[in-house]
């Protein structure tokens, strides 16, 4: 088992996996499998890299430092890896399908995955390690986060392991999480409404209030007392307590009636 410290130079939130062997049980559990394009988003100094070249992927290192970059390149450039030296936030992501198996930074996570979990993307699975409060967070069904909400539209989250802060070098403050999204074979809605969905969602979170209040205009009091009795909420809850299921299902009815 080899173990990797921190370089000198290294953003804020970076805590790199310190087991080779820790990075090889990720990517395995991840399904990777030979020839699949995989994404490395913070691939800092290799280690899931490393793993993810010995699985026989199709690797894209993508590392915002360019002397992690400049590592990265040196160490790979026999095994086919392409290195790109960029903000993941402004690299575009393939054209084609593809897989992220990443340790990302702490500070940008939940940007970078909002990112990568767009519905109209072409990612099939993210394996991402994360903190343990983003991972619980957004894999929760209750209380739902509007995130999440939008996200399982088109992707299931899981969490599949924990690591504990000795995991990493140097040591975070909280412990970590391997978060899950696989994009649904069957989506709870068409991509083509994920604008109008994230705008719904937004206004029904911005409005601060129970369902019923918030979709006043869009689904009558009586319509939507009929949608809790069949989609199995009250109608007095509160946004966060419906899951992905009943919102897209609830979304689609208010569709409906705009349209007539």
Do not use: C
Not at 73 to 98: I, N
Not at 160 to 167: D, E, F, G, H, K
Request: no cysteine; glycine share 6%.
């Amino acid at each position: 088992m080899s173990v990797r410290q921190r370089p000198a130079r290294a953003a804020p939130g970076q805590h790199f996996l310190r087991s080779s062997r820790l990075a090889a049980e990720l990517v395995r559990d991840a399904g990777v499998a030979p020839g699949e394009l995989v994404v490395d988003v913070g691939a800092g100094t290799g280690v899931i890299t490393r793993a993810l070249v010995d699985a026989g992927a199709r690797v894209h290192a993508v590392e915002a430092d360019p002397a992690l970059a400049v590592l990265l390149r040196r160490r790979f450039d026999e095994r086919g890896v392409t290195v790109v030296e960029a903000d993941a936030l402004r690299h575009p992501w393939p054209d084609e399908p593809f897989t992220i198996v990443a340790n990302l930074p702490f500070a940008g996570s939940r940007a970078i995955l909002a990112a990568a979990l767009h519905p109209a993307g072409q990612l099939r699975q993210a394996d991402v390690i994360v903190q343990w409060e983003l991972a619980q967070k957004e894999s929760a069904v209750w209380p739902a986060t509007l995130r999440s909400t939008f996200w399982r539209a088109w992707f299931d989250l899981t969490i599949v392991a924990r690591l504990s802060r000795s995991a990493f070098g140097p040591a975070p403050s909280v412990d970590a999480g391997v978060l899950r999204a696989t994009r649904r074979a069957v989506p709870l809605l068409p991509v083509d409404d994920h604008r109008r969905y994230r705008g719904f969602l937004e206004h029904a979170w911005g409005a601060r209030t129970t369902v019923d209040r918030a979709l006043r205009g869009r689904v009558s009091r009586r319509e939507l007392r009929r949608l809790a009795s069949v989609l199995g909420f009250d109608d007095s809850a509160r946004p966060r307590d419906l899951d992905a299921r009943q919102w897209a299902q609830v979304f689609a009815f208010a569709e409906l009636r705009r349209a007539k």
